[in-house]
């Protein structure tokens, strides 16, 4: 990393989405589903990075899956406010990929954070497929130019509630 690059400048930032009205719920604000959705289509904007979307499955006829997503909801969100994900690729092997992402609010504050495992698929099992070279290199290029960066505080938390004291 140089010295003239910011930890914003090393995180893949997404495409500025807006949030629905027919989302929000009856107390209000963003349904908890919904942010997922708000993470998933950031992604979308990224796989092409990676070397995936449709035209992967086509011509390959894997994709992926996400197999763990685990979200932290931080603030509320409310129909019109204006977001874009941010995106730490945490680490990769020949058959999966972890990132770490982070919802943000246009006016600069964060609203939630999402974890999540992938797996690549050969859909004909479907199974677990190794990645093709291709996304291999994409992958270790975008997990180098972010290496310098520090591991997210709220990644790797688990639920739970702890013992009492006393």
Not at 30 to 45: F, G
Not at 79 to 106: M, P
Not at 116 to 131: E, F, K, N, Y
């Amino acid at each position: 990393m140089t010295d003239t690059k910011s930890h914003s400048d090393l995180l893949f930032r997404s495409a500025l989405m807006s949030v629905r009205a027919d989302w929000i719920d009856y107390n209000g604000h963003l349904n908890m589903a919904y942010y997922s959705v708000l993470m998933d289509t950031s992604v979308d904007d990224l796989y092409p990075q990676f070397g995936f979307g449709p035209d992967y499955l086509k011509s390959t006829g894997c994709t992926t899956y996400v197999a763990e997503l685990h979200i932290c909801y931080v603030r509320e969100l409310h129909a019109g406010d204006q977001v874009y994900s941010t995106v730490h690729l945490l680490d990769f092997d020949e058959k999966r990929f972890h990132l770490y992402q982070e919802i943000w609010h246009e006016d600069g504050w964060l609203a939630a954070t999402g974890e999540g495992l992938t797996l690549h698929v050969d859909q004909s099992g479907p199974r677990v497929a190794p990645m093709p070279e291709s996304i291999i290199e994409n992958l270790r290029k975008m997990h180098s130019a972010q290496s310098a960066l520090r591991w997210p505080a709220r990644a790797g938390r688990k639920i739970g509630i702890p013992p009492r004291k006393g």
